[in-house]
């Protein structure tokens, strides 16, 4: 199969040839990733209304607009006998819009609040399916509206006990209040926020509103986190530093439903827990870092081979009859998870690497594996999933604030999951009808351009081969313009 096409072939030479004819007007280096420069506190601190060096409150905000394009792209069948998950084979246009404001306050020695509202609006194509493991655009909300909706994304308490070692500064940045830490300290933080904000973090796959595009960069794809349909949810964490390591636990809330807005409250009934150990290194006197995190989620959900079973046992079992929860799959032929769904436990374990090479160039990897037994509750529908590549920034030519970013992603589903999928069942994201079940595999590469001191403009380009896992469709390709502005 010819990988790259004729026009995305033409895109990444002109990119690469932009950086390698600008490499001769190198100036001075500035470290990746780059120090948060928010001109907003800049500007009070100047005029004397704060003082970063006792720093009591901070308010910060950021603004995004995304601007999605799909080509059309061949497909042998969409939505095979009413299958209501697939992308659509004819070109699509979406957008996200998002904007959010991030406040601190300190309440006490080593306590500290944080209160995030945010604003979404957005149009996904295809409602948001037809997708596995490299949904395009990370910003997409599973019940998300073209119509702006104001929400409470986090609201959460934190309370930091030193415990000897070295001082370390933090800087002032969202949901940081500037301070002064011991290397050795324990964190703990309950309420309301999004597990990613502690967990599975990446200097160069991490910040998507400035890196990649693709959700396959944000975190592991086949991490299914628990979180609601907008990806934040209700919990504790609790962190300990060690100098140059790190071990945290969190303990937190499940949707009510897969993929649905509302959590359950029991929290000891139903829940997701992980556990994450980080060690940060220096390699030929550059920073680097390695993480090992493994979750569990126990839940109420189905499994892929209880499905089936049902449905061969007894027929009327499908999913057209389904009594409870579904997709609304229309399909009287096929399985469905509605018939099958328990307490079940999900598990998976994931290898996250982070290594700067050079003061503009970092380089990451990651890798997760999970059971692939049950359905896809919260995340992506990914069981197994890799991801890798590098960002540079633009001194070599003069432009120390832009950055070029090059990465790859590959996710696959369980034998289980393809077989359910085969026999017409939909999850969450995906379902053709049908399944020629063959590996999902991305190129995700971007340009972002420094406009202003702290507003960027991104180019960026994905070509995705076997959408949804289907050999029979695909591939297609994305082409997303970004704008991002933090104050």
């Keep these: 199969m010819d990988f790259m096409p004729v026009f995305p072939r033409v895109f990444l030479i002109c990119l690469c040839c932009f950086f390698a004819a600008s490499?001769?007007?190198?100036?001075?280096?500035?470290?990746?990733?780059e120090e948060n420069t928010p001109s907003l506190m800049n500007l009070l601190s100047e005029a004397g209304w704060h003082n970063f060096k006792d720093e009591r409150w901070n308010v910060y905000g950021q603004a995004t607009y995304i601007s999605d394009w799909h080509s059309s792209f061949p497909a042998a069948y969409t939505n095979l006998n009413g299958s209501p998950n697939s992308l659509f084979n004819q070109s699509e246009h979406g957008f996200t819009a998002t904007l959010t404001l991030f406040a601190g306050l300190k309440t006490w020695e080593g306590g500290e609040i944080y209160y995030v509202p945010e604003m979404i609006a957005m149009k996904a194509f295809s409602e948001l399916k037809g997708v596995g493991g490299s949904i395009y655009n990370f910003e997409l909300q599973k019940n998300g509206s073209a119509t702006p909706i104001v929400y409470r994304s986090r609201l959460f308490f934190k309370q930091n006990f030193d415990l000897g070692g070295e001082k370390i500064h933090l800087q002032s940045a969202p949901m940081q209040l500037d301070s002064t830490v011991d290397s050795r300290r324990l964190v703990f933080r309950i309420g309301n926020f999004s597990i990613l904000d502690f967990f599975d973090k990446n200097s160069f796959a991490g910040d998507l509103r400035r890196q990649f595009t693709n959700m396959a960069f944000m975190t592991h794809a086949a991490y299914d986190f628990a979180a609601d349909a907008r990806g934040y949810t209700m919990g504790a964490v609790l962190e300990y530093f060690h100098d140059d390591w790190a071990?945290?636990?969190?303990?937190?809330?499940?949707?009510?439903?897969?993929?649905?807005?509302?959590?359950?409250?029991?929290?000891?009934?139903?829940?997701?827990?992980?556990?994450?150990?980080?060690?940060?290194?220096?390699?030929?006197?550059?920073?680097?870092?390695?993480?090992?995190?493994?979750?569990r989620n126990h839940e109420n959900m189905g499994k892929f081979t209880d499905a089936t079973a049902a449905f061969?046992?007894?027929?009327?079992?499908?999913?057209?009859?389904?009594?409870?929860?579904?997709?609304?799959?229309?399909?009287?032929?096929?399985?469905?998870?509605?018939?099958?769904?328990?307490?079940?436990?999900?598990?998976?374990?994931?290898?996250?690497?982070?290594?700067?090479?050079?003061?503009?160039?970092?380089?990451?990897?990651?890798?997760?594996?999970?059971?692939?037994?049950?359905?896809?509750?919260?995340?992506?529908?990914?069981?197994?999933?890799?991801?890798?590549?590098?960002?540079?920034?633009?001194?070599?030519?003069a432009r120390p604030k832009d950055?070029?970013?090059?990465?790859?992603?590959?996710?696959?589903?369980?034998?289980?999951?393809?077989?359910?999928?085969?026999?017409?069942?939909?999850?969450?994201?995906?379902?053709?009808?049908?399944?020629?079940?063959?590996?999902?595999?991305?190129?995700?590469?971007?340009?972002?351009?420094?406009?202003?001191?702290?507003?960027?403009?991104?180019?960026?380009?994905?070509?995705?081969?076997?959408?949804?896992?289907?050999?029979?469709?695909?591939?297609?390709?994305?082409?997303?313009?970004k704008t991002h502005l933090e104050f």
């Design 23 to 33: 490499s001769a007007c190198a100036n001075s280096p500035e470290s990746i990733p």
């Design 247 to 295: 071990v945290r636990f969190g303990h937190i809330l499940a949707p009510q439903l897969p993929n649905q807005l509302k959590l359950d409250f029991r929290a000891f009934k139903y829940y997701g827990q992980q556990l994450e150990i980080e060690h940060h290194h220096n390699l030929f006197g550059q920073p680097g870092a390695i993480r090992i995190l493994g979750y």
């Design 312 to 397: 061969q046992a007894d027929p009327n079992k499908n999913a057209a009859t389904c009594p409870g929860f579904s997709y609304d799959n229309p399909n009287a032929n096929a399985p469905d998870l509605c018939w099958v769904r328990k307490a079940n436990n999900k598990m998976g374990i994931g290898l996250n690497m982070e290594q700067q090479i050079s003061d503009d160039i970092g380089l990451f990897f990651r890798g997760m594996y999970s059971d692939g037994k049950t359905e896809v509750y919260s995340y992506t529908s990914s069981d197994h999933s890799i991801s890798f590549g590098g960002l540079v920034k633009g001194s070599y030519w």
């Design 403 to 481: 950055t070029f970013g090059l990465g790859y992603a590959q996710s696959w589903i369980s034998k289980q999951h393809a077989a359910y999928l085969n026999a017409g069942g939909v999850d969450g994201f995906i379902g053709d009808g049908k399944l020629n079940h063959k590996p999902e595999q991305l190129i995700n590469v971007f340009y972002s351009f420094n406009i202003l001191e702290t507003l960027w403009f991104s180019l960026d380009y994905q070509h995705l081969v076997n959408p949804a896992y289907n050999g029979d469709r695909g591939p297609v390709d994305f082409y997303t313009v």
